[in-house]
């Protein structure tokens, strides 16, 4: 019979000659006492440890896969189980800052997921029927724009579709910001403050230009 390696043979003699209820306090005694020497000895020898390990998983993949599939099938299995490792598994990357230098909380990872999949809800509309994508898109174009560059516009939105930039719920607001961008480019005249100088000249202003008497001055 093989003995668990936190018994040895002179201990499971002992154990032998004792009654059951003092058995069991010697059999919970010797294990605490194997887990203690156990974590001591990693917490010294914890570097070398995990080098060791590395270097047997990377030696039997196969084994690894195997077991790691067994352990996962068992998990999801029982669901207050796998409900369990899946709130255990976010917490863990919410620490290790896998969400982000903020650490962002489960719900606003859940949420950061639910924007990235209407992202791509929208390219892959874009992509298998980009007329009906251009419809969509043309039901939000203002009607004052003409025909040319409403085509501007749409191609501009279509751009940033491509590119996996706007969520199916938001359509509209990325297309008034590509109407923004489009009349923007056509903007000529800005708002200019009359204390402000002429270039090349020595500080005048178009304050000065104006007349003295003018009644609003």
Same mark, same amino acid.
């Given at each position: 019979?093989?003995?668990?390696?936190?018994?040895?043979?002179?201990?499971?003699?002992?154990?032998?000659?004792?009654?059951?209820?003092?058995?069991?306090?010697?059999?919970?005694?010797?294990?605490?006492?194997?887990?203690?020497?156990?974590?001591?000895?990693?917490?010294?020898?914890?570097?070398?440890?995990?080098?060791?390990?590395?270097?047997?998983?990377?030696?039997?993949?196969?084994?690894? %896969?195997?077991?790691?599939?067994?352990?996962?099938?068992?998990?999801?299995?029982?669901?207050?189980?796998?409900?369990?490792?899946?709130?255990?598994?976010?917490?863990?990357?919410?620490?290790?800052?896998?969400?982000?230098?903020? %650490?962002?909380?489960?719900?606003?990872?859940?949420?950061?997921?639910?924007?990235?999949?209407?992202?791509?809800?929208?390219?892959?509309?874009?992509?298998?029927?980009?007329?009906?994508?251009?419809?969509?898109? %043309?039901?939000?174009?203002?009607?004052?724009?003409?025909?040319?560059?409403?085509?501007?516009?749409?191609?501009?939105?279509?751009?940033?579709?491509?590119?996996?930039?706007?969520?199916?719920?938001?359509?509209?607001?990325?297309?008034?910001?590509?109407?923004?961008?489009?009349?923007?480019?056509?903007?000529?005249?800005?708002?200019?403050?009359?204390?402000?100088?002429?270039?090349?000249?020595?500080?005048?202003?178009?304050?000065?230009?104006?007349?003295?008497?003018?009644?609003?001055?």
């Amino acid at each position: 019979m093989r003995l668990p390696e936190w018994l040895k043979k002179a201990d499971f003699d002992r154990l032998q000659q004792m009654d059951q209820e003092e058995a069991l306090t010697e059999i919970e005694r010797l294990k605490s006492l194997h887990r203690s020497k156990r974590r001591a000895y990693y917490a010294a020898n914890r570097e070398r440890k995990r080098a060791t390990n590395k270097q047997w998983r990377e030696k039997n993949k196969k084994k690894v %896969r195997k077991y790691a599939k067994r352990v996962m099938e068992r998990i999801y299995a029982d669901p207050e189980r796998h409900a369990a490792h899946k709130a255990a598994d976010i917490e863990r990357k919410r620490k290790q800052g896998v969400y982000g230098i903020d %650490r962002t909380t489960p719900e606003k990872h859940n949420a950061k997921q639910k924007r990235y999949r209407l992202r791509c809800k929208t390219k892959l509309l874009a992509q298998s029927d980009p007329s009906a994508m251009r419809k969509l898109i %043309r039901v939000h174009v203002p009607g004052y724009l003409m025909s040319a560059a409403q085509m501007d516009v749409i191609n501009s939105v279509m751009v940033q579709i491509l590119d996996r930039k706007v969520p199916f719920n938001d359509l509209a607001a990325w297309v008034k910001k590509a109407v923004t961008e489009y009349n923007r480019q056509f903007d000529h005249f800005k708002n200019v403050s009359i204390d402000a100088p002429f270039a090349g000249t020595d500080g005048l202003t178009r304050a000065d230009l104006i007349d003295s008497e003018a009644f609003h001055f």
